[in-house]
């Protein structure tokens, strides 16, 4: 029996693989990014790993969001910072 395909994405900041499931989409609207946690949203998507703060960052974010990235860096930090500070590490 064949194993069940696991689609894959790739993070735009640090060009890691990962399921797509792992991942964190963002869609570019008319109105700017914006945080898509359904992955059914319109628009041109790209996918962060939510849980690398450094992914987050404005200078990686550039490649997809463009002018934006400044606005979209300070989104994820606000919404994931805090999940991210409460992580154990190991």
């Given at each position: 029996m064949k194993p069940k395909h696991v689609?894959?994405?790739?993070?735009?900041?640090?060009r890691r693989r990962?399921?797509?499931?792992?991942?964190?989409?963002?869609?570019l609207t008319s109105e700017?990014?914006?945080?898509d946690p359904t992955g059914k949203?319109?628009?041109r998507g790209a996918y962060v790993c939510p849980d690398e703060a450094e992914c987050w960052a404005e200078k990686k974010l550039r490649r997809f969001?463009?002018?934006?990235?400044?606005?979209?860096?300070?989104a994820l930090f606000t919404l994931l910072g805090p999940a991210v500070s409460e992580?154990?590490?190991?």
């Open positions: 689609p894959e994405r790739m993070c735009v900041a640090c990962r399921p797509k499931r792992e991942l964190l989409r963002i869609v700017g990014p914006v945080i949203k319109p628009g969001a463009g002018a934006k990235a400044a606005t979209l860096s300070q992580k154990p590490s190991s």
